[in-house]
């Protein structure tokens, strides 16, 4: 096929050549044979032509002549510069393995669909960014059926993108939809696993969310396996991702309900130790050594984390209403009731729902059982007993 294309070209340029040839000098060799018709024909005694007019005729002549052959220079260049990009052509095509027209042919059909694929990605993203957005203003509204609701349909448009569905995943947790939640994060986590297995940050973040879903199902449901799973999952996050202090906090809480005190403790100091402004880390390091009866130490951690809870707090990163919660406890901690309630106060204003009131209170409850309970603790639980039970 390719034989024939190449000769089917060269043909077609020997045409153009005898054109240029043929057209352009035809008058000038007519012109020419006239002239010798005209000697030949003219007697002995006819007087010679006038001069002048000969050497115009031959000006002329010479003139046309190099019109020519400027034709004549000007094809030859054109007709190298189609060579050139024949042979260009050919080889790019060579090296796409390409051989005949109908690859050609395929090759373009290839493009066109994978020009569709990426329109359509493009639309998908675009619309589960609508849904995505809507979703958080009908969760910061406290309508968490119908933010799900758009969660989920943002979910099924972008079903591959890893940042997206551990997002998701982290809402549906958040919300109580702990099924949906424990599926997508799976779901994610073998994806991550499979197309970016040196990705050791996410994969630890997607991990830590597994832990915390099924640490919250646990409580949900009273299932200690639930427990023990989360303990997997979350070992597993922070030996991926050992400077997460997050999924070392969250560790811990998981032995504290355990009621392993000690290796709770470890765990939040751990996690102290790899964020020191973390607020929820000494907050809790702070609440283990009280339950201990080692109130000054307690006070100690309490009295710093009501300084980095502040300090959060002014400048409005993350989930606010966890940095309420720390500064209101270290605030009743160390006396300082009228603060701590007011800032309880704003903390349950601020609480999207259930599940985190039910973390909330299982520290508190904690600290109720200690050798000496804390002053005013007990109006503190009923009040988020009874935001909770509104919720």
């Given at each position: 096929?390719?034989?024939?294309?190449?000769?089917?070209?060269?043909?077609?340029?020997?045409?153009?050549?005898?054109?240029?040839?043929?057209?352009?000098?035809?008058?000038?060799?007519?012109?020419?044979?006239?002239?010798?018709?005209?000697?030949?024909?003219?007697?002995?005694?006819?007087?010679?032509?006038d001069t002048t007019a000969a050497v115009n005729a031959a000006n002329n002549a010479v003139s046309q002549a190099q019109n020519l052959l400027t034709v004549m220079s000007v094809f030859a260049t054109i007709l190298g510069v189609v060579l050139a990009l024949l042979s260009l052509f050919a080889a790019v095509l060579a090296f796409l393995g390409i051989r005949s027209y109908r690859e050609v042919l395929s090759l373009a059909s290839e493009l066109?669909?994978?020009?569709?694929?990426?329109?359509?990605?493009?639309?998908?993203?675009?619309?589960?960014?609508?849904?995505?957005?809507?979703?958080?203003?009908?969760?910061?509204?406290?309508?968490?059926?119908?933010?799900?609701?758009?969660?989920?349909?943002?979910?099924?448009?972008?079903?591959?993108?890893?940042?997206?569905?551990?997002?998701?995943?982290?809402?549906?947790?958040?919300?109580?939809?702990?099924?949906?939640?424990?599926?997508?994060?799976?779901?994610?986590?073998?994806?991550?696993?499979?197309?970016?297995?040196?990705?050791?940050?996410?994969?630890?973040?997607?991990?830590?969310?597994?832990?915390?879903?099924?640490?919250?199902?646990?409580?949900?449901?009273?299932?200690?396996?639930?427990?023990?799973?989360?303990?997997?999952?979350?070992?597993?996050?922070?030996?991926?991702?050992?400077?997460?202090?997050?999924?070392?906090?969250?560790?811990?809480?998981?032995?504290?309900?355990?009621?392993?005190?000690?290796?709770?403790?470890?765990?939040?100091?751990?996690?102290?130790?790899?964020?020191?402004?973390?607020?929820?880390?000494?907050?809790?390091?702070?609440?283990?050594?009280?339950?201990?009866?080692?109130?000054?130490?307690?006070?100690?951690?309490?009295?710093?984390?009501?300084?980095?809870?502040?300090?959060?707090?002014?400048?409005?990163?993350?989930?606010?209403?966890?940095?309420?919660?720390?500064?209101?406890?270290?605030?009743?901690?160390?006396?300082?009731?009228?603060?701590?309630?007011?800032?309880?106060?704003?903390?349950?204003?601020?609480?999207?729902?259930?599940?985190?009131?039910?973390?909330?209170?299982?520290?508190?409850?904690?600290?109720?059982?200690?050798?000496?309970?804390?002053?005013?603790?007990?109006?503190?639980?009923?009040?988020?007993?009874?935001?909770?039970?509104?919720?």
């Amino acid at each position: 096929m390719r034989s024939k294309l190449c000769a089917g070209g060269i043909a077609s340029l020997l045409v153009v050549v005898t054109l240029f040839f043929v057209f352009p000098g035809s008058h000038v060799l007519a012109a020419n044979s006239g002239v010798v018709s005209s000697v030949s024909a003219i007697p002995i005694d006819t007087p010679t032509p006038d001069t002048t007019a000969a050497v115009n005729a031959a000006n002329n002549a010479v003139s046309q002549a190099q019109n020519l052959l400027t034709v004549m220079s000007v094809f030859a260049t054109i007709l190298g510069v189609v060579l050139a990009l024949l042979s260009l052509f050919a080889a790019v095509l060579a090296f796409l393995g390409i051989r005949s027209y109908r690859e050609v042919l395929s090759l373009a059909s290839e493009l066109r669909t994978s020009m569709a694929g990426i329109r359509s990605e493009a639309d998908n993203t675009r619309s589960a960014l609508v849904y995505l957005s809507l979703g958080d203003r009908l969760l910061n509204q406290k309508d968490t059926q119908e933010a799900l609701k758009n969660y989920k349909e943002a979910g099924r448009l972008l079903p591959r993108d890893i940042q997206v569905q551990s997002m998701l995943g982290r809402v549906y947790s958040g919300a109580g939809d702990y099924e949906t939640a424990i599926s997508t994060l799976d779901t994610t986590a073998k994806l991550l696993e499979a197309v970016h297995p040196v990705d050791t940050v996410n994969l630890g973040n997607v991990e830590k969310e597994l832990g915390l879903a099924y640490r919250r199902r646990g409580m949900a449901n009273k299932q200690e396996a639930d427990y023990d799973t989360a303990i997997q999952h979350l070992k597993k996050a922070t030996a991926l991702n050992p400077a997460d202090s997050d999924a070392l906090a969250i560790l811990g809480g998981l032995y504290r309900r355990k009621g392993e005190y000690a290796q709770a403790y470890d765990s939040y100091k751990r996690a102290w130790i790899v964020n020191p402004a973390s607020s929820y880390a000494l907050g809790n390091v702070a609440s283990l050594a009280w339950y201990e009866g080692k109130k000054d130490e307690a006070r100690m951690y309490f009295g710093i984390a009501e300084m980095e809870a502040a300090d959060h707090i002014k400048k409005g990163q993350g989930e606010i209403y966890w940095d309420y919660y720390d500064l209101a406890l270290a605030q009743l901690a160390l006396g300082k009731d009228v603060e701590a309630r007011k800032n309880y106060a704003t903390a349950i204003k601020e609480t999207p729902g259930k599940v985190q009131f039910e973390s909330v209170l299982d520290n508190l409850n904690l600290l109720q059982k200690a050798p000496q309970p804390m002053p005013g603790l007990d109006d503190i639980v009923k009040m988020i007993k009874a935001a909770a039970n509104v919720r």
